[in-house]
């Protein structure tokens, strides 16, 4: 259990039987009544935001989370498949399951799955990762009116903006939280 003065961004709570994550907890102490504490909860299980104003002398739930190391290996007909790094167990999470980090995906990247009550409910990806860029228009010399940077379609199939002088089978290192470009890889 967690009391309510404890939280703090980044901690972990169930409320009505589904995982949270705090992302932001303003504690408030007015001059009358009781103190209380502002929170935005994200939604392990589907990303939404909850906000929710709680009083002090509340506890939460912490969820049963688990952490498990599993090697990436195919996508089938929009299931995603993994398996266990310690048992060699397969199992798979649905494209819904994994939002926008199917597009950071790349056969035998070893990442971790986020468990709840013993049901996968998404992965976590490193920060970084390596990808080719499979297609991108040619840059032209001069042509900076648009900021100097040009769509580029990876491996993958996601889309980032990178810079003029990159090209078709360039690596890349890209940021998963943002997906944005960070550097090229020689």
Known sequence: MISVGDLRVG???EIEGEPYIVVDAQHVKPGKGGAFCRTKLKSLKSGSILERTLR??????????EMKEVQYLYCAEGQYYFMEVNTFEQLFLQENQLGESKNYL?????LNILYFNDNPIGIDLPLF???????TDPGIRGDTATGGSKPAVLETGAVVKVPLYL???DNIKVDTRSGEFIERVR
């Open 11 to 13: 901690n972990k709570v």
């Open 106 to 110: 790349k056969e035998n990247m070893v």
């Open 129 to 135: 990762v390596e990808l080719k860029i499979a297609r």
């Open 167 to 169: 090209n078709e089978g």
């Open 56 to 65: 002090v002398g509340e506890k939460l739930d912490e969820p049963n989370l």
